[in-house]
């Protein structure tokens, strides 16, 4: 026995000898939690406080074992994902468990979730560029930089050290073969003052990579990219709380990925959108179409406003066509929908695939599908207070009440939804949320709704009733398990 002791011990040693962990410096301006204590493989990590929020960032290889100390009275601990099964110990202040790989955590206390603390461990960097390279502008830890709209040329590395922080908004116009990189932040909150509307703004541009970085406190939509080729966002982190802070939202884009990515939004995580501005009565204009949509483990948290995966409203393509979201998990919704198809406009929506996503306490819908009049479409009416006396009351946001005699003038811009197949969906914890799928009229229906494997706390649904989910205008819709 005393052998078998010894050799356990020496095993265990060796893991955190032979692990790596990078532990980030303090944060210029952000001032310290004084609620939590962070420490990792013994090393502290600097606990930043935001308005509703802690978070804690570090880089590491191998195992991590992570102590946090906090001054709260513990009983209870959920550590979300739930999915990713991680065992946690506790008692009275002080909590503890390990991870092996990266992860995205949101650990909540006593059964509230209106002060998690968000415990980032990013995989360790490999492509740090050559800091003397003329192409790289690196922002240095400790520092704080004020670079309002900061534009950016073709070929350009923006470098961001941990614990560097950026204040303002990152533009890209028309540029090709950027890259975004680094574990430092873009922070938000001066964005109102100064009329910026974006902390990334990507406009008509190919070949862009955006990885590590964090974005903190929009005051609007967070990550843009419209009209561009070719965008791959890896390991990125969106902590808002603001309302209308939008995370991702891919707009006429083609060949996009989101992954590996934690997204806490005050509106939709992550939404699809191919809109115009102009209003009837000015010129339609038609949009460019989204196609091949890649989203993948993800963590997010939506909170009152929008949906947490969203495609919608505003849909002025001819397709949105080849999307998939896959390998998620959805740990709060607090209103709105898990899993959202709203066609405002005239688009063809088809071909969508929602695969092995796991949903916790989802507190409103969960499958949303729809096609209507809304207060953002096209036709909508132009008068806001028309808008506000239409509006419908009932189960979505914004949907108008179409006026008698005005049927044939709103159809003339509906568009279609087809082919959407949800595969492995699971409710982890939480309520079980309703659901619907809603065509606009007889014309206008949605179409080829298959749900294969739709389970709640691992029991398997067999049919809409079980399911809590209501259908109308709708052709060819299945429930398999």
Avoid at 449 to 466: A, D, Q
Wanted: hydrophobic content about 40%.
């Amino acid at each position: 026995m005393k052998f078998v002791f010894t050799f356990s011990t020496f095993l265990l040693l060796s893991v955190f000898v032979h692990a790596q962990v990078v532990i980030h410096p303090p944060l210029p301006g952000f001032e310290r939690a004084g609620d939590f204590r962070v420490y990792v493989n013994g090393k502290e990590s600097f606990v930043a406080n935001a308005e509703p929020f802690a978070f804690t960032m570090f880089d590491f290889d191998g195992k991590a074992e992570i102590v946090i100390e906090t001054r709260n009275d513990v009983k209870w601990v959920d550590l979300r994902p739930l999915g990713d099964k991680i065992p946690v110990n506790w008692s009275d202040h002080r909590i503890s468990f390990t991870i092996d790989k990266p992860s995205q955590l949101s650990l909540e206390l006593n059964g509230e979730n209106n002060r998690p603390l968000y415990i980032i461990g990013n995989p360790l960097e490999d492509n740090i560029p050559n800091f003397n390279a003329p192409n790289v502008m690196v922002f240095e830890a400790g520092k704080i930089y004020e670079i309002k709209d900061y534009k950016i040329d073709d070929d350009q590395i923006l470098y961001l050290e941990a614990g560097s922080v950026i204040e303002g908004m990152v533009h890209l116009d028309q540029v090709k073969n950027v890259r975004i990189l680094g574990r430092g932040i873009i922070d938000g909150s001066m964005n109102d003052e100064w009329d910026l509307p974006r902390l990334l703004k990507m406009d008509f541009c190919e070949d862009i990579l955006v990885e590590g970085v964090t974005f903190f406190n929009s005051l609007r939509w967070t990550v843009h990219p419209s009209n561009c080729k070719n965008v791959v966002i890896d390991n990125i982190k969106i902590l808002n709380w603001d309302t209308g802070s939008d995370g991702v939202d891919i707009n006429s884009s083609q060949n996009v990925t989101v992954k590996n990515s934690f997204l806490r939004c005050n509106d939709d995580c992550v939404v699809l959108k191919s809109y115009t501005t102009p209003k009837y009565p000015d010129e339609k204009i038609i949009a460019a179409n989204v196609d091949n949509i890649l989203v993948e483990n993800c963590v997010l948290w939506n909170m009152a406003w929008g949906n947490a995966l969203e495609i919608g409203f505003e849909l002025r393509s001819e397709e949105v066509k080849n999307v998939i979201f896959r390998d998620c998990d959805i740990i709060n919704v607090e209103r709105g929908a898990a899993l959202s198809i709203h066609n405002g406009d005239w688009a063809h929506v088809h071909d969508v695939l929602y695969e092995n996503i796991r949903i916790e306490n989802a507190q409103h819908k969960l499958f949303d599908v729809a096609i209507f009049l809304s207060q953002y479409s096209y036709d909508r009416p132009a008068n806001e207070e028309v808008r506000r006396q239409q509006y419908k009351h009932g189960a979505w946001d914004g949907v108008q009440i179409e006026v008698e005699g005005k049927e044939e003038f709103h159809k003339q811009f509906r568009g279609r939804i087809s082919n959407i197949t949800y595969r492995d969906i699971s409710i982890m914890d939480g309520p079980v949320p309703f659901s619907l799928f809603v065509g606009y009229d007889d014309d206008y229906e949605v179409e080829n709704v298959k749900i294969e494997n739709f389970s709640f706390y691992g029991r398997k649904v067999r049919n809409i009733h079980e399911g809590k989910i209501f259908i109308r205008n709708i052709e060819d819709f299945a429930i398999t398990y």
